[in-house]
């Protein structure tokens, strides 16, 4: 593998996806969603002060935070509770820029060229998946700061501790970039089955719904947030899925695949 | 020195086997000529050649290095046209060849003067910062051309390079084919236009699968057909069926037919023959006002070879 030839992959990506305003759109929606749903729940308790009948089962999971005052543990366990949510953007955006890559490669016809050339397939697809990668994890990290930032302007600076708290640093330099590889090797997977970005992009759930699923469970587990251990844990199992889905991609992306059933 | 040398080449897809037994040579500084019907397997000898695809049997070497252990050097030596231009639509004409030609290894100040110069030789300077999605499909063949070429390779392949373009484009990517010869490049050439075909190579193959005839243009005129000799006859004192009937008898003559006023002869060797059979017209009493060969034209060669070929398959399919 050249790093060369993968940087200058990786600057043509870059330079077409910039000039995508529509791609760059679905990059930041989800993000700036996913922050801003917890944010103005933690404005609103902020303004408003807590009728604890009204809490029901959430008072339960306040026991997560024994040191902190009702109102505060509120909005410590809405804060971070809602960042599971941020594992979807790796999740949903890259599948979006590599199959919308590889599909519109494909119909452009422009796969043959660039095989012609001294480029390895291999470093062709490393190129692409770090394009279609660095968006979301770009997107995930800003929005992640961005977020501790402006809930504790709003509430309280305690809530930095909860956001930037050590197994979410560690979610954020591994999970989020193992994730983003996963979403890109399924999304060229996929892409290179079927001629639709969009049907491309609906096989990006079997990556969102465990996510979701993992949210929502941990909410009704009334757990606030990961634990270092479940971290690790999904860091392996996604290297795991990565591996299987390398194996496949090996398989479906040789040069005279390509050519013979995609060029 | 052979630039090109192919030797048995076959390529099987499942079923369907796209090249058998292909065989060719092309020497350095000659442009050589695929021509075949669509499903020949004109794209996929090309792709062959540029060590894109595996063949399934049959050795090539390009330029002394051999198909498959030295694919990557061959991908680095040869500028390939394909058959669609295959652009980046969200790049301009500049950023589009830049790519390429930093993929090809070019850098800083030689990257930019070769984009430059072939944006200027395929005359799009203009335009060069222009997107490509925008341009016509002239502009978008030429952008194509000015990317096989950037990094001079030694080897052009070039598939359908004229396809689907105006007149005036075709006639300018066709100087540029004439030019590069003239610099010394081997061309191979995949074309269905027969004009195109003879203008500008020096050898050219009929491909239907396998080579169905090789040679000169001039050589392949006279594949099959023969060469027939029209004399044209300015009354006189003997009937043209008359002389017709004294020619028949010359041992040198095959056949002969006659019109009103002329004659055409079928000769053993027409540039031997011709001035014996003149005199021997004369000496008949007839007035010969001029003496043409008729050559088969490309065309006709070319319909003849891939037309039988035809046949012969449906009758392989009704007696299947």
Request: glycine share 8%.
């Amino acid at each position: 593998m050249r790093p060369d030839l993968v940087w200058i992959v990786f600057g043509k990506e870059w330079r077409e996806i910039a000039s995508n305003r529509l791609l760059l759109g679905a990059v930041a929606a989800p993000a700036i969603i996913f922050a801003a749903i917890p944010t103005a729940i933690v404005a609103f308790i902020q303004v408003n002060d807590i009728d604890m009948a009204q809490l029901g089962q959430i008072e339960l999971m306040l026991a997560a935070f024994p040191d902190l005052p009702v109102k505060l543990a509120a909005q410590g366990f809405i804060v971070t509770n809602f960042m599971a949510y941020f594992l979807l953007i790796p999740a949903m955006v890259p599948i979006a820029i590599a199959s919308q890559s590889v599909i519109g490669e494909r119909q452009a016809r422009s796969l043959e060229p660039q095989l012609a050339t001294p480029i390895e397939v291999s470093e062709l697809l490393a190129g692409k998946t770090i394009a279609a990668a660095l968006p979301a994890i770009l997107a995930t990290w800003v929005v992640w700061v961005g977020y501790g930032l402006i809930n504790a302007a709003i509430a309280d600076p305690r809530l930095l501790r909860m956001v930037f708290s050590p197994q979410w640093i560690v979610a954020m330099a591994s999970l989020v970039p193992l994730i983003c590889v996963l979403s890109v090797l399924l999304g060229v997977i996929v892409s290179s089955r079927v001629g639709d970005p969009r049907t491309a992009q609906q096989f990006g759930a079997f990556v969102v719904l465990p996510i979701i699923a993992i949210a929502v469970a941990q909410f009704l587990g009334g757990q606030a947030t990961f634990t270092m251990q479940q971290v690790l844990t999904a860091d392996l199992i996604t290297i795991g899925l990565i591996g299987g889905l390398l194996v496949i991609g090996s398989w479906a992306f040789n040069r005279e695949e390509i050519l013979t059933r995609l060029g | 020195m052979l630039v090109i040398s192919v030797h048995g080449l076959e390529r099987r897809f499942r079923t369907v086997t796209a090249v058998y037994d292909l065989s060719f040579n092309v020497p350095a500084g000659a442009v050589y000529g695929l021509l075949g019907p669509n499903g020949a397997g004109k794209t996929t000898t090309i792709r062959m050649l540029a060590g894109l695809i595996a063949p399934t049997a049959g050795t090539a070497e390009i330029a002394g290095h051999p198909l498959g252990p030295d694919n990557a050097a061959i991908r680095a030596m040869t500028g390939i046209l394909t058959e669609s231009p295959g652009l980046h639509d969200r790049l301009t004409a500049r950023q589009n060849l830049a790519y390429y030609g930093r993929l090809y290894g070019l850098t800083d100040g030689p990257l930019r003067e070769a984009v430059d110069r072939y944006l200027d030789i395929v005359g799009l300077t203009e335009a060069a910062d222009r997107r490509v999605g925008g341009f016509s499909k002239g502009m978008r063949q030429r952008v194509a051309v000015a990317r096989a070429l950037l990094h001079e390779p030694r080897v052009i392949y070039l598939d359908e390079p004229t396809s689907g373009l105006d007149p005036e484009a075709a006639k300018s990517i066709r100087a540029l084919i004439a030019s590069l010869r003239e610099e010394g490049r081997s061309i191979l050439l995949c074309t269905h236009n027969l004009d195109e075909a003879e203008r500008l190579c020096d050898q050219i193959g009929i491909l239907n699968g396998h080579l169905l005839a090789e040679g000169s243009p001039a050589e392949l005129r006279r594949h099959g057909r023969p060469t027939t000799t029209r004399i044209e006859l300015d009354g006189g004192p003997v009937d043209p069926a008359a002389l017709a009937a004294t020619v028949r008898a010359l041992p040198f003559v095959t056949a002969v037919t006659s019109g009103a006023a002329d004659l055409t002869v079928e000769l053993a060797e027409p540039r031997q023959d011709t001035p014996d059979l003149v005199r021997e017209l004369i000496q008949q009493g007839a007035r010969v006002v001029a003496v043409s060969e008729n050559v088969a034209s490309l065309e006709q060669v070319y319909l003849d070879l891939v037309g039988e070929r035809a046949d012969r398959d449906a009758e392989g399919v009704h007696a299947a």
